[in-house]
């Protein structure tokens, strides 16, 4: 008996934890189908990837990384796909980072991206939350701010730095 109670607690504090961190909620929601880019990595190679914000548009209005475009979740259409392709000038190999508040429905998104023919898609690690908990910037109207569109109380307790809004 009390071996059970020993596993018992090792399996609820081990369920407990891995949703704790941001880490723990992607292992849970995602597959790991697209591929993980972290943000140094990003840093150095901003200059040659399409950076795509796949957050509801009240989201991407609030803030986003410099020089993304938005491309939605829930508006998510084929067309923008058929536009994507079209912008890279049929350079399905092209550098693509998707993100949204922490990397589970970019990935979504990016598994459509890859079904579509782009072959260069990354999910960015820990999304928008992580790239603003590392102290980077982000933007409104091109111009830096502090503000976050924190997606729901739940899942704010994610966002360590910067202001958090819910409009």
């Known amino acids: 008996m009390r071996k059970l ?6 399996m609820v504090s ?31 190679k901003a ?11 009240k989201e991407f209005e609030v803030s986003h990384l ?11 259409d084929l067309s923008v796909l058929d536009k994507l392709t079209a ?12 993100y949204c508040s922490i990397g589970v ?3 979504i998104i990016g598994k459509k991206l890859m079904n579509h023919g782009f072959t260069n898609v990354h999910n960015l690690f820990g999304g928008i939350f992580e790239w ?14 502090q503000k976050v569109h924190a997606y729901s109380k739940k899942w704010s307790r994610f966002l360590t ?3 958090k809004t819910y409009e």
Do not use: C, M
Not at 5 to 10: A, G, Q, S, T, V
Not at 18 to 43: A, C, H
């Open 47 to 57: 200059n040659e990837a399409l950076i795509l914000d796949s957050r509801e548009k």
């Open 105 to 107: 429905r970019s990935e």
């Open 66 to 76: 410099k020089n993304a475009q938005y491309i939605g979740f829930k508006d998510f």
């Open 132 to 145: 603003v908990n590392k102290g980077e910037n982000v933007f409104h109207l091109g111009i830096q701010t």
């Open 161 to 163: 730095k910067g202001i």
């Open 14 to 44: 081990t369920i407990a934890l891995s949703q704790t961190t941001i880490e723990g909620v992607l292992n849970k929601y995602n597959d790991r189908s697209i591929p993980y880019i972290y943000i140094e990595s990003l840093k150095k």
């Open 87 to 98: 912008d890279l000038a049929g350079n399905k190999d092209r550098l693509i980072v998707v």
């Open 5 to 10: 109670i020993i596993i018992w607690i090792f």
